[in-house]
């Protein structure tokens, strides 16, 4: 079945310091790939999206670039705010209707 | 904008209680979803509806059983709440494959 493998949090990071959060894959076929950002005792919110291969998705000055061949969809911001802290979690499309989950990623940032 | 709905925001329930969450979207998706978060796991498939009038197992349905009423709503319940049911549960709609999907603002349930 399908699966999404994130790097384990918690990351900490200074203030305007830059972010990267791994994430990779494996599905069948051509997955769409999403990046959720959830705030703290809220729901989880769209970030930004890819639906093929070489599609950069952008929100919020994040960016992702979907990479077929090495089935990774990485989460970069060049600099981070106190108020990107937040839970972040990488998603596939596949499987028919199903939506597959990585386990998370908090970031905390600090001044 | 409402997107989707859940009710109850919070619950206690004491074990071997039965309840019902509730989810409705009106935004005529056709697939709805309902998810479970405990710390360490991400977000795991309970059950999802790809349309209106059928239901399929996700990762984890032990306990757990779901009606899909009509296009809009969604319900989740368990029969007989057990401690290992505490989580915060989400409920999601999307409109068809390979489109993302809008998440409710989640029932933080708790199981005495």
């Known amino acids: 079945g399908n699966s999404v493998t994130q790097m384990e949090g918690p990351v900490t990071l200074s203030e305007e310091a830059f972010l990267t959060i791994n994430c990779t894959y494996t599905?069948?076929?051509?997955?769409?790939l999403f990046w959720y950002v959830q705030y703290p005792g809220e729901g989880l919110q769209l970030l930004l999206k890819a639906t093929k291969a070489d599609d950069k998705g952008s929100n919020k000055g994040f960016e992702a670039t979907y990479r077929k061949e090495t089935t990774s969809f990485h989460l970069e911001k060049g600099s981070v705010q106190v108020s990107d802290s937040a839970v972040y979690f990488c998603?596939?499309?596949?499987?028919?209707?199903?939506?597959?989950f990585g386990t998370g990623t908090q970031l905390k940032v600090e001044l | 904008n409402a997107g989707v709905t859940q009710t109850p925001k919070f619950q206690v329930l004491k074990t071997g209680q039965s309840m019902t969450l509730q989810c409705a979207q009106d935004?005529?998706?056709?697939?709805m979803y309902w998810y479970r978060q405990d710390p360490g796991m991400g977000l795991r498939l309970i059950y999802y509806s790809a349309s209106e009038g059928t239901t399929d197992k996700g990762e984890v349905p032990n306990g757990y059983n779901v009606s899909r009423l009509n296009k809009r709503e969604f319900s989740l319940r368990l029969e007989s709440a057990a401690p290992s049911q505490t989580s915060v549960y989400f409920c999601a709609s999307r409109d068809r494959a390979f489109t993302e999907a809008f998440f409710g603002q989640g029932t933080r349930l708790t199981v005495v």
């Open positions: 599905a069948t076929g051509y997955p769409s």
């Open positions: 998603a596939s499309t596949g499987g028919g209707n199903k939506l597959t």
């Open positions: 935004m005529n998706h056709n697939s």
